[in-house]
Structures are given as structure tokens and as C-alpha cells.
């Protein structure tokens, strides 16, 4: 059985970081991209960062770019998100998802396997 745990999330400053970890199992997921997306109350899931298979691309919502860092490690099946210089309408459930395919998508529906997602609240 295909799980994706999500952890890291909890309440920051502005101006503050958190790091993401997405932890995979039931699966290996080398070979394919890997994203993260949040949902803010009320609004609908968005594409916040994504990470090709095999590492070497990565993409990010411009409203998170020059601030969020994508990183992968195969080896253990795991999928990071570093965020710096929180801001309060980062504030939202984020969550990591398994791609189709190897390469980048950006939709919602390109990708397969969701976790459970972790809470960020970024107070002002």
C-alpha cells in the first residue's frame, strides 16, 4: 500500500523557515517527479513546487520562488521543502504528491498519490 506522511508543519513567525519532509513507502518513487501544493481555507488546492525524478529540474509558483527550496533523496524515499521568509498567506495545509511521470507537471490532476498534509500557520 502506496503512503506519502507528511511532517514539519507547525506555527512560524513571519519572517521565519520551516522545513517540509514527505516521507514515502509501500513503493519506490525514483523514478518519478515528486510535488508539493497547499490549500489555504476556503480556496483550492495550488501547485507550489515541484522536482523531476531525478533531481536536476525543479519549478516553483512564483509566489513562493526565491524563497521555497525543493529537494529529493531517493535513497530514502523522501521529499523536502525548505521555506524561508514565511509570509501569512503562506498559511495553509501542504501537501506532497507522487507525479505520473518522471517529469515536472504543475496540475493537480497530474499527479497520483496525495498525503495526508501538514498544517503551516504563519503568524503576522
Known amino acids: 500500500q502506496v503512503q506519502l506522511v507528511e511532517s514539519g508543519g507547525g506555527l512560524v513567525q513571519a519572517g521565519g523557515s520551516l522545513r517540509l519532509s514527505c516521507a514515502a513507502s509501500g513503493r519506490t518513487f525514483s523514478n518519478y517527479a515528486m510535488g508539493w501544493f497547499r490549500q489555504a481555507p476556503g480556496k483550492a488546492r495550488e501547485f507550489v513546487a515541484a522536482?523531476?525524478?531525478?533531481?536536476?529540474?525543479?519549478s516553483y509558483a512564483d509566489s513562493v520562488k526565491g524563497r521555497f527550496t525543493i529537494s529529493r533523496d531517493n535513497a530514502k524515499n523522501t521529499v523536502y521543502l525548505q521555506m524561508n521568509s514565511l509570509k501569512p498567506e503562506d498559511t495553509a495545509v501542504y501537501y506532497c504528491?507522487?507525479?505520473?511521470?518522471?517529469?515536472?507537471?504543475?496540475?493537480?490532476?497530474?499527479?497520483?498519490?496525495w498525503g495526508q498534509g501538514t498544517q503551516v500557520t504563519v503568524s503576522s
Open positions: 504528491a507522487v507525479c505520473r511521470g518522471p517529469n515536472i507537471l504543475t496540475m493537480v490532476n497530474g499527479y497520483d498519490y
Open positions: 522536482i523531476s525524478w531525478t533531481g536536476g529540474r525543479t
